[in-house]
């Protein structure tokens, strides 16, 4: 009995990958496979492979394919692979192909349990970040994009679209129409500041604050007369931190936007809100003043903590996805592959960020190619 109780135990251990597994096995079921009838591999297995490979930080096909030869024996323990690892040229045919959308709802499902925790109020971040490699001699640094609604305080990409040659806008209204806002706030920069992203956040039932430029003079003019008309004694709130040699100060004043929604034509504005920010570091100081488009009517405070959440998009996405994955470097440039690299990235940080052992996520990363049993726990996150 004790010999049974142990070897039970021991193929428990030696196949938890397969729950989690069977579950992207069973997501990438659904994207459509555009390959030809007679393809030797398995789509859904090639991408278990993709997928686990960037994990443990891959960073093109030809490291995909290697990673896969390497692990061979890891993956044959939940994969059948009739036709052993898949080549890097099969890998880089496959994402030039497939649609990203696709790839990207198939993590979604996933996910789902996970979005499914956030809050009334939560912020969910919308942004671009330029696909630096993913493009040709002669091309702008800015010609392929993917743009992300990120929820800030779960810090997880809920969905993404790409942008190729400045079609961000509309990249941002496709992932707005992917997730569920209602009760959410959605935040943007300047250029998401229009009457068809705050007529799409509306509709949803969402609320909004969108960073207030020049791109919307009249509304910015508007904007600056209002708080031009701020008495003494009106609510403000402050913010100071310090630390790695430098001292923030951040103050944030909202103030009523009554009848410029008609006026501007612009659905669902309620208030304005302003931020002024001042920076010393080494003894220099800098000073920045910022403005939004609000469509309820916020405390300063709730201003102040609703801008600084949407920096968690930058910050814990972006600049990740550079530190750790390598983004700007890539060099996937051909058709559909970059942007489905980008999704595996984004969702591979998604997971090993559900890890709560100690260790920066660059060393989990490297430890999750080092380590089969850690990463058997990250898999088993799910």
Not at 1 to 20: C, K, Q, V, Y
Request: aromatic fraction near 6%.
């Amino acid at each position: 009995a004790a010999a049974g109780e142990m070897d039970s135990g021991w193929r428990i251990h030696l196949w938890e990958p397969f729950a989690a597994m069977h579950i992207f096995l069973s997501a990438f079921d659904e994207v459509p496979d555009p390959r030809a009838s007679n393809a030797r591999h398995d789509l859904g297995e090639l991408l278990v492979i993709a997928f686990v490979a960037v994990l443990c930080g891959s960073a093109s096909c030809a490291e995909m394919a290697a990673f896969g030869r390497a692990k061979e024996s890891l993956f044959r323990g939940f994969l059948k692979l009739k036709h052993a690892i898949p080549s890097h040229d099969t890998f880089s045919g496959v994402f030039r192909m497939i649609d990203p959308k696709a790839l990207d709802a198939a993590f979604g499902k996933v996910l789902a349990d996970v979005a499914a925790l956030l809050r009334e109020g939560d912020v969910i971040a919308i942004d671009g970040k330029a696909l630096r490699g993913a493009r040709d001699k002669g091309e702008s640094a800015r010609t392929r994009m993917m743009v992300s609604a990120y929820a800030s305080r779960l810090r997880l990409t809920l969905a993404t679209a790409t942008a190729d040659h400045g079609t961000e806008l509309e990249a941002g209204l496709e992932v707005l129409g992917l997730i569920a806002l209602k009760g959410k706030v959605v935040t943007a920069d300047a250029l998401h500041c229009n009457r068809r992203t705050v007529a799409a956040i509306n509709t949803q039932g969402g609320d909004w604050c969108l960073a207030l430029k020049g791109n919307q003079d009249s509304l910015l003019s508007d904007a600056r007369a209002c708080f031009g008309q701020v008495k003494g004694g009106h609510p403000v709130a402050r913010l100071e931190e310090t630390g790695h040699g430098r001292k923030e100060t951040r103050s944030a004043v909202v103030v009523s936007a009554q009848g410029l929604a008609e006026h501007h034509d612009f659905p669902g504005l309620k208030a304005f809100g302003r931020i002024e920010a001042t920076r010393e570091i080494d003894g220099a100081s800098t000073s920045e003043t910022r403005f939004f488009a609000l469509s309820w009517m916020p405390t300063p405070e709730v201003l102040l903590a609703t801008v600084r959440a949407h920096w968690a998009i930058e910050n814990a996405l972006h600049w990740q996805l550079d530190v750790s994955f390598r983004e700007d470097a890539a060099r996937n440039r051909k058709d559909n592959g970059p942007g489905n690299i980008a999704v595996l990235r984004r969702r591979a940080l998604d997971l090993v960020r559900r890890d709560t052992s100690k260790g920066s996520l660059s060393i989990k990363l490297k430890r999750a190619g080092w380590d089969e049993a850690f990463l058997r726990s990250i898999l088993n996150g799910l």
